[in-house]
């Protein structure tokens, strides 16, 4: 990738590679059209990306059915490693994925401590496990937490961190080029370069699981000022009847739609103890009390897209998270509640809704590591 990471972050053979990585294969005249370069200058650019094995030329193909052949150009698969992990509060969970973002492996690692030296040594077991013997390009982390632009964790409440410098110091270990994210920003840049998001120029993506969480895309860009990593969406308040969080919010997203909400109303109803998969399980089955209790959550859920979708003005919004299985269960009460929310006159909000376990959440830092090794530093 030296090739790439070598030019300046606006450089026309950057923004050539994004552009075929995003939305290729992809002629030579729609690049022309897309990046407002000849046909000319395009071939120019484009000669050494090829020869590093970041684009190559597809199959012949005549556009519109008429004319000369041409051969479009796309990013090769199977090509180089990038490495993203996941931290939690117990584990580093990661995958391996190529230059597409297609994952080629995976591995875990507990945490047996939250001490830095700990976290550390669990990241490059996992690293290690992950590489197979291949050169690495980069590496992504995402993390639940307030991130700063050289990669220092200001804030991290699952790992009770703050100003962690975790980017230079995995960095310094690996001698491999380490991109840290906020874990939300971070799954946001894979569903628009690699997921649902891609190709659509607006969009918005929450999250429900341990925590509650945000990420928007506003003509074509991640929106992600340096409050993205405090969970700030999790305040908005989605039930006037619900319970109080911890900073005495009535009915906030995060009192009400996290995992730990949603099975603390069943636990403290009935005084037995349920995780979240048992609630929804008993919700599934009919049981009336845990039915109704996910059938709330589903129309607080609608009530926040419905918010999102509002003052955004966006149509698309991905749902993903750890948590997300809510949305099967109460699909109906989403929708109802977000019909209720929004003009009669709107255009529909289309609900994507994402695979739910940890391995989207690595391949979101996979994603970042990506994009950073294309065109430098995001911030």
């Known amino acids: 990738m030296n090739v790439v990471a070598s030019l300046s972050p606006d450089s026309p053979s950057r923004l050539l590679a994004r552009e075929v990585l995003i939305g290729g294969p992809l002629s030579r005249g729609e690049l022309s059209r897309r990046l407002g370069l000849s046909v000319a200058s395009l071939t120019r650019l484009s000669k050494p990306l090829i020869e590093a094995g970041i684009l190559q030329e597809g199959r012949e193909v005549i556009e519109g059915g008429v004319g000369r052949p041409t051969r479009p150009l796309e990013v090769p698969g199977g090509t180089h490693r990038f490495i993203g992990i996941k931290l939690t509060g117990t584990a ?24 830095v030296s700990d976290v550390l040594e669990a990241i490059i077991s996992v690293v290690g496990r992950l590489n197979d013997g291949q050169a690495v390009d980069g590496i992504g982390i ?78 074509d860009r991640v929106i992600a000022p340096v409050d993205a990593g405090l969970g700030l969406v999790g305040h908005y308040p989605v039930d006037s009847a619900g319970p109080l969080c911890r900073e005495g919010h009535r009915g906030c ?27 929804l399980q008993r919700a599934r089955s009919g049981e009336r009390l845990a039915s109704l209790v996910v059938k709330n959550a589903g129309a607080a859920l609608g009530v926040l ?36 929310h929004r003009d009669p006159e709107a255009a529909p909000v289309h609900l994507t809704r994402e695979p739910t376990d940890f391995g989207q959440w690595a391949r979101g830092a996979a994603a970042v590591a990506i994009q950073s090794s294309i065109l430098g530093p995001r911030r």
Not at 253 to 279: F, H, K, N, P
């Open 253 to 279: 997203a995060g009192a009400v739609l996290t995992m730990a909400a949603i099975s603390g109303q069943v636990r403290m109803a009935t005084e037995e103890e349920c995780t979240y998969e048992e609630v």
């Open 142 to 219: 995402s993390i639940g937490g307030k991130v700063s632009d050289d990669g220092t964790v200001l804030r991290a409440p699952f790992l009770q961190w703050r100003d962690v410098p975790l980017g230079s110091l995995l960095q310094e270990r690996t001698g491999i080029p380490v991109t840290v994210e906020n874990d939300v920003v971070a799954l946001t840049v894979g569903e628009q370069w690699f997921g649902a998001g891609r190709g659509v120029s607006n969009f918005a993506v929450l999250t429900v699981g341990a925590g509650v969480g945000y990420g928007l895309v506003i003509n």
């Open 92 to 115: 580093a969970s990661g995958v391996a994925t190529d230059l597409r973002c297609q994952t080629v492996a995976t591995a875990e690692k507990p945490l047996v401590s939250h001490a």
């Open 305 to 340: 897209i419905a918010a999102v979708a509002n003052l955004t003005m966006v149509n698309l919004v991905i749902l993903s998270g750890e948590g997300a299985a809510l949305a099967d269960i109460a699909a109906e009460e989403i929708r109802a509640s977000v019909h209720e």
